[in-house]
């Protein structure tokens, strides 16, 4: 089974600075890693995703995040923020052969100031 | 493309009422189906997944069935709503090894 830690539940952050957003998972099988956005009453959008390969990955949008294998993280950063990124993020992990069964963390709700 | 619609989008039920929330996905053919529940203030819970017609995983215990009666239709119903049932229900859909791809949502407030 894995499981997922979102460890901060809100972060607020003025206009154009940068962000983190941390995310720790544990499984004891290799797993995709994926970060979605949610919009208020919305359902989730898929920001970036991690299958294989390089270890960055980046968002059209100017996100990135990096999987860390070794300290079992995969945070999210964006170098400068804008209001329209104030959105609740979270980060999933599935089992690969699992049946894409995703496993969420609890969710860190961004805020942007101006 | 592929689109997934999930409907009502908001629906306020009694206690003790039954429960229907549809969703289709257009597009694909033998989609992962997926119902998940999201609580004020929560992440995320998967309720129930299916990888083909008829075959339905409960991942919860609760007051809550799915069904998939049609290879791109996936149903979530309740015979007897509670108020624990409130919520933000999420369908979604994946193939396989790629991620899932959200509906809308149904926001469910039950009275």
């Known amino acids: 089974a894995q499981s997922v830690t979102q460890l901060d539940s809100q972060v607020p952050v003025f206009e154009e600075a940068p962000v983190e957003l941390r995310c720790n998972y544990s499984s004891s099988v290799s797993v995709y890693l994926f970060w979605y956005v949610q919009y208020p009453n919305q359902g989730l959008q898929l920001l970036l995703k991690y299958l294989s390969g390089s270890t960055l990955v980046e968002s059209i949008n100017g996100f990135e995040a990096e999987f860390n294998k070794s300290q079992t993280s995969f945070h999210l950063r964006k170098p400068s923020v804008h209001i329209s990124d104030t959105a609740e993020y979270f980060c999933?992990?599935?089992?690969?052969?699992?049946?894409?069964?995703?496993?969420f963390g609890g969710g860190t709700r961004v805020l942007v100031k101006p | 493309s592929q689109t997934i619609h999930q409907w009502p989008a908001t629906l306020v039920q009694p206690v003790g009422s039954p429960l229907s929330l549809e969703c289709t996905v257009e597009g694909t053919s033998n989609p992962n189906l997926y119902w998940y529940r999201q609580a004020a203030g929560r992440g995320l819970q998967l309720l129930f997944y299916?990888?083909?017609?008829?075959?339905i995983s409960s991942e919860v215990p609760q007051n809550l069935s799915a069904s998939r009666p049609q290879d791109r239709q996936f149903i979530l119903s309740s015979k007897k709503l509670l108020l624990s049932d409130s919520g933000f229900y999420l369908c979604a859909w994946s193939a396989r090894n790629t991620e899932a791809f959200f509906g809308q949502g149904t926001r469910l407030t039950v009275v």
């Open positions: 999933a992990v599935s089992a690969k052969a699992a049946g894409n069964k995703l496993t």
């Open positions: 299916s990888v083909g017609i008829g075959q």
